[in-house]
């Protein structure tokens, strides 16, 4: 009889030892890291925002982020990853004001709103990780004050949520490494949000004095103040196929290409107005009066799906690879006459033969223009928007100043590729 319980004693510790750790770790694998989540290992597969995660989920992601919300939206984040099957980086916004985190009363509301937000959800098995800030040293704030007050509310939620990883996340920027791996050192894992220099991240991480993993928890095109300009200094924004390019190539090369790394989220896994309303979003809009779409993919969606699942798609987007202005690409700053048509000519195709219809739309330059990724309002359209089934259309703008024409292509199957040029009418 006594060798009966001690045989079943040892089966339950046996389980025990090798039951998975519950919730998200960081283990360390070789000069990488590893992370696991409920004992599986887990590459993060994510992408920046919660639309279409249905979307997201079919494509093989695996998590989502936010940056930032109250109680009640974060049950409504969480709800809606488990229905995909994603996991959570929940943000916890913090301001980029140095002034104040020295403000004891606001530290005071912001550590007992970060615990009441951790005690909430420290056993919420969908969120992964707190994301503390975003890019909040971009204005200067770099220093001990910032990042000090960074790891105290680290410390805190880590107490509460042990079984949930707590992150911070900084832009493209090596001395605020530095400063976290001074002042921050609770930190389990650092985002950084990198985009035309994203095949540097690997060696500004390793010539920095932070040693821990970190993921690439925003990144995509070429930013607008990282392109050409034309002489008026209108930011030439990339066509949708040369995106898709680089989302792939960007992957393959940065995301997966250092140990260190544990995965990333891709932006935007929907739709923003940022100097244009197509630069960063990775789908198209909705509901704007008189513009026919209807929140459609674009190739940046079909990058991803490849990249992630390591699979052909089935159907791919229009492949757009130019647009010109009376025979001027963008990078020649076309120019034309008030009350004068002029021709705009797009170069597209389709891999599968579809049909493709051509909208076009003429909007005022945008000149109401946000910080760091804040709001801005959509530019003024001009005229109306029309249709063609050639990839050419005739426009006059008769008032002086700076526009934008867009194209969008769609091909009748969720896609819809987009390209736009810069025009100073004189």
């Known amino acids: 009889m006594r060798i009966r319980y001690i045989l079943a004693a040892l089966a339950c510790l046996t389980a025990v030892a090798c039951a998975p750790e519950p919730g998200a770790v960081i283990k360390k694998r070789g000069d990488g890291f590893e992370l696991r989540i409920d004992g599986e290992p887990t590459f993060i597969k994510g992408v920046g925002g919660t639309n279409r995660l249905d979307v997201a989920s079919a494509a093989s992601a695996n998590a989502c982020r936010t940056w930032g919300g109250n109680i009640e939206s974060v049950k ?28 004891a009363e606001w530290r005071a509301k912001t550590l007992e709103s970060c615990r009441e937000l951790a005690t909430t959800f420290k056993d919420d098995p969908n969120i992964f990780c707190w994301g503390i800030g975003n890019e909040v040293q971009l204005s200067g704030a770099n220093g001990e004050a910032v990042w000090g007050f960074v790891e105290e509310l ?40 990198s985009y035309g220099p994203i095949l540097e991240v690997k060696d500004m991480v390793a010539s920095s004095d932070y040693k821990g993993p970190y993921m690439i928890t925003e990144w995509g095109p070429t930013g607008w103040w990282e392109t050409d300009k034309t002489t008026w200094e209108a930011s030439i924004e990339q066509t949708s196929d040369e995106k898709r390019q680089v989302y792939e190539s960007r992957y393959n090369g940065a995301v997966l290409g250092d140990e260190r790394c544990i995965g990333s989220f891709v ?121 063609t089934n050639t990839p050419s259309a005739e426009i006059t703008i008769s008032d002086k100043g700076n526009y934008r024409v867009y194209a969008y292509v769609k091909d009748g199957t969720g896609f819809v590729s987009t390209v736009n040029s810069p025009v100073q009418v004189k």
């Not at 949520?161 to 650092?190: E, F, G, M």
């Open 154 to 193: 680290a410390v805190a939620i880590k107490e509460i949520a042990p079984r949930q990883l707590v992150s911070t996340v900084v832009s493209h920027d090596k001395s605020a490494l530095d400063s976290i791996a001074r002042y921050a050192p609770s930190l389990d894992v650092v985002g950084i949000n």
């Open 267 to 387: 932006f935007l896994w929907g739709q923003k107005e940022e100097r244009t309303p197509t630069w960063f979003s990775m789908f198209v809009e909705s509901e704007v009066e008189g513009l026919p779409l209807e929140g459609e993919k674009t190739p940046m969606v079909e990058a991803m799906q490849r990249v992630w699942s390591g699979q052909e798609p089935k159907e791919t987007a229009p492949v757009v690879t130019a647009i010109a202005i009376d025979g001027k690409r963008p990078v020649e700053s076309p120019t034309v006459g008030a009350g004068k048509a002029f021709k705009v000519d797009v170069t597209a195709t389709d891999r599968e033969q579809n049909e493709l219809t051509y909208i076009w739309e003429v909007l005022h330059e945008a000149t109401v223009l946000g910080f760091g990724g804040s709001y801005e309002p959509r530019p003024e359209r001009y005229g109306e928007v029309f249709t």
């Open 76 to 103: 409504r984040t969480s709800a809606l990853a488990a229905e995909n099957g994603m996991r959570v980086m929940q943000g916890i916004s913090l301001p980029k004001d140095e002034a104040k985190y020295h403000d």
